[in-house]
């Protein structure tokens, strides 16, 4: 519908709408956190949640116990490598259409923890992360511009075409352990390895 | 908590223990260790009844030379030799004469590491000695539930270990610094 014809309606007292902005509008101011936390980040997540920053007043205040009731994933802090089978898991099992925020430096890459034996190097290696929220652990105000962020990325989605929402027929296979490391390493369908501008000219070296 | 507790009592009930000055340690033989522990949380004079830590510690064998001045006013090198051992240490407490801590050391080998499991005496290790079987490959007789706590099951290696290799995983990143410089800056990341 016209913009310009929205807001005269509007002015004369018309308030006309699409199905998909009153959709969106819905199910974007009340996202539903699943209720877990890895590590030091969770603090903040949780005084978030809290009285002082008041996570409500953004509609996600209702942190559930179960994926199954959940849309929201904040992956709030290190994701060890014993742990990420779970945290899969638990994402697959989280309806559609479900969104991924990852907390801090851990989450996004590994953190201060990187070259370590036991971290994940980031979580978007397997699930698709949709809010990156850099920090050590990142301020609550922070965490809830991210809400806003993914609040107005869901604003902007179209119900019929948007992947969100045919999510389901996507793959997230859960990695399995072996002696050093986690089968697959990643998973290509979210992730790709940034390309090594490197690497061509050390095979020349080497040929 | 108070005082030191006098160690010199464990040294006359039990000739095979030494007492480590350095560390002020007691260093008890592992084929000794249960019994030595339980007379420790029995005895009157002890009643150890609370281990509060277990931990392990790895040396490799090391020789470390030190320069000092002898009576003449000469300088003389000293060469100090540490062998190599694994140590599970105890630190120990009495809630009911509110003394401590204790500390007593198992010495067992790299090779082959060993030590008695403590758990049976003091419930409160059964955690602690199951991480540094985890951690440090040092197997527990008499542990009830010997597993891997931290690491998974399928896990190769033991990582506190002083000589464990790190499995190769450094990944080309737009931003390198210290130690992932160097990988790169000598080709070495995988993709
Ligand atoms: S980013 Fe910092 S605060 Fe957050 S989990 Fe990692 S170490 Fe903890």
Redesign the pocket.
């Known amino acids: 519908m016209d913009e310009g014809l929205k807001s005269e309606l509007q002015k004369a007292g018309i308030f006309t709408t699409t199905l998909n902005d009153l959709y969106n509008w819905g199910r974007g101011n009340s996202l539903w956190p699943l209720q877990f936390g890895?590590?030091?980040?969770a603090i903040e997540m949780i005084a978030t949640s809290m009285s002082r920053y008041d996570l409500a007043r953004f509609g996600a205040e209702v942190f559930r116990p179960s994926p199954r009731q959940a849309d929201l994933m904040i992956v709030?802090?290190?994701v060890t490598k014993k742990m990420a089978p779970q945290v899969v898991r638990l994402f697959k099992q989280m309806p559609s259409p479900k969104y991924v925020i990852a907390?801090?430096?851990?989450?996004i890459s590994g953190?201060?923890f990187k070259q370590g034996y036991n971290v994940l190097k980031g979580i978007d290696r397997y699930i698709p992360v949709d809010v990156h929220l850099p920090?050590?652990?990142p301020r609550p105000e922070a965490v809830l511009q991210s809400l806003n962020y993914l609040q107005e990325k869901i604003r902007t989605q179209d119900i019929k075409s948007d992947p969100a929402f045919i999510e389901g027929r996507r793959q997230y296979p859960v990695p399995e352990f072996t002696g050093t490391d986690l089968e697959p390493p990643y998973n290509p369908d979210v992730w790709q390895p940034p390309a090594n501008p490197n690497a061509p000219a050390e095979e020349e070296a080497t040929a | 908590m108070s005082e030191a507790i006098p160690h010199d009592p464990v040294l006359q009930q039990f000739p095979e223990v030494e007492w480590e000055e350095e560390f002020g340690t007691l260093i008890v033989p592992t084929t000794k260790a249960t019994e030595v522990a339980i007379w420790l949380r029995d005895d009157h004079a002890f009643r150890l009844d609370y281990c509060s830590n277990v931990t392990g510690i790895d040396y490799l064998n090391r020789e470390f030379k030190e320069k000092v001045k002898n009576e003449e006013g000469k300088t003389e090198t000293i060469i100090h030799k540490d062998p190599a051992r694994m140590e599970v240490v105890y630190h120990l407490y009495s809630m009911e004469k509110r003394t401590g801590p204790l500390v007593m050391k198992q010495r067992t080998t790299r090779e082959k590491p060993e030590a008695q499991s403590l758990t049976p005496v003091w419930r409160s290790c059964e955690l602690q000695e199951r991480e540094i079987y985890d951690l440090f490959g040092i197997n527990f007789t008499g542990h009830p539930d010997q597993r891997r706590i931290l690491m998974w099951d399928e896990f190769e290696g033991h990582p506190m270990r002083k000589d464990y290799v790190e499995p190769f995983d450094y990944e080309w990143e737009p931003t390198p610094h210290d130690e992932i410089l160097e990988k790169h800056q000598k080709g070495k990341v995988i993709f």
Not at chain 1, 38 to 41: R, Y
Not at chain 1, 103 to 107: D, N, Y
Request: hydrophobic letters at 30%.
């Open positions: 890895l590590a030091c980040c709030s802090g290190t907390m801090g430096a851990c989450a953190g201060p920090g050590g652990p």
